[in-house]
């Protein structure tokens, strides 16, 4: 019997909060809160990082809510599930060279690169791809041989083995999700992977349940 979660759906000005709204309620377990109030992020069981956009931006709405700080505690002191997806995943990191250097919230030891592809492969990288797991984890085993996914970026995290869970090839290996301890992390966009990604998410949740009760 899964319990249900209240999920923290962070709400700061960087997209795609809708459509992954609709995943989570379709998943159906459990509850959803669009939320940057303190209060609301502190009784939540899960911080879910969306994002579409440009890091540099993105980091500037956190700060201007002071979500940096706010998430930071619930991730690295109350150790929560987290997830950050698509531009929410590259936030994850220390910096990225997006338009700059800028400093992201460092919740991964590692940065996030422009995609320097061979000649033949288009920037941004947009479409299907299939996952190739890098180790075992809880989300992407046993999808079987149509294990695609849906991307639309320009830039990928550079890590450490340790964290990296999937890559897809795309001219080279191209970072698709990573965790450290209780922070995920997908590049893909789930809410746009279909079935594949509607699983993703269901395995995510169990997880997440499992590690708060652990
Ligand atoms: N789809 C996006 O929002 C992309 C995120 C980031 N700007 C990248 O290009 O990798």
Same mark, same amino acid.
């Given at each position: 019997m899964t319990q249900s979660l209240k999920v &923290? $759906?962070? @709400?700061?000005?960087? +997209?795609n909060l809708k459509s992954i709204k609709n995943v989570i309620a379709h998943i159906g377990e459990h509850e959803v809160l669009l939320t940057a109030d303190p209060v609301e992020i502190d009784q939540a069981d899960v911080v879910f990082l969306p994002g579409v956009g440009a890091f540099g931006d993105a980091m500037k709405n956190l700060r201007a809510r002071n979500l940096d700080a706010i998430l930071s505690e619930q991730v690295l002191v109350k150790k929560k599930p987290t997830i950050g997806i698509c531009l929410g995943m590259q936030l994850l990191?220390?910096?990225? &060279?997006? #338009? +700059?250097d800028h400093q992201g $919230? +460092?919740?991964? =030891?590692g940065h996030v690169e422009y *995609? @320097? *592809? =061979?000649? #033949?492969?288009?920037? =941004?990288?947009?479409g299907w791809n299939d996952l190739i797991l890098e180790q075992d984890n =809880?989300?992407?085993? +046993? *999808? #079987? &041989? @149509?294990s695609n996914f849906y991307f639309v970026h320009s830039y990928h995290a550079i890590c450490d083995p340790q964290y990296l869970l999937a890559t897809v090839d795309y001219g080279m290996k191209v970072t698709a999700a990573v965790q450290k301890d209780n922070v995920v992390g997908m590049q893909f966009h789930p809410e746009k992977s279909q079935t594949n990604g509607l699983e993703t998410m269901r395995r995510f949740f169990q997880w997440a349940q499992e590690y708060r009760h652990a």
């Open positions: &923290a $759906l962070i @709400d700061y000005g960087m +997209g990191f220390e910096r990225s &060279a997006e #338009g +700059g $919230l +460092g919740w991964i =030891p *995609l @320097d *592809l =061979p000649a #033949g492969f288009r920037v =941004p990288h947009i =809880p989300f992407f085993a +046993g *999808l #079987g &041989a @149509d």
